[in-house]
């Protein structure tokens, strides 16, 4: 893979020390094991994942970013809640206690039930 010709792994290594989390770590430690010679598939069976997964996560590394960058995902919003602050309130103190207070006729909440 050519895009990993251009990095060291002095250069892996150091941005290791300065990530946090688990994603950014592991695309790392994959990249420093590539280029000590563990092939793409090796480094699928090892992370339990598959070959064009390893192949995104080195391929990050070929931009202007820094590596820290490069290895960290973007901040994702996620979705809107679907109750506003009221309401996901009441919903907290209700589950809070027994389903009988609330009128359920059950020993305790379960996802099913509070949904």
């Known amino acids: 893979m050519d895009h990993l010709d251009e990095i060291s792994v002095k250069e892996l290594q150091d941005a290791l020390d300065n990530v946090d989390g688990n994603k950014p770590t ?3 430690l994959a990249a420093i ?3 000590n010679g563990v092939t793409q598939t090796e480094l699928a ?3 339990d994942t598959g070959r064009r997964t390893i ?3 080195l391929k990050r590394l070929d931009t202007d970013e820094s590596l820290e960058q490069a290895v960290t995902d973007d901040k994702r919003t996620g979705r809107k809640r679907k109750l506003s602050d009221s309401e996901q309130q009441n919903f907290q103190e209700t589950v809070h206690e ?3 207070k609330a009128g359920i006729d059950a020993p305790a ?3 099913a039930l509070a949904q």
Request: net charge neutral; glycine share 0%.
């Open 26 to 28: 592991q695309r790392l």
């Open 55 to 57: 192949y995104s996560w």
């Open 45 to 47: 069976e090892w992370h």
């Open 98 to 100: 027994p389903p009988e």
């Open 33 to 35: 094991a590539y280029k």
């Open 109 to 111: 909440w379960t996802p």
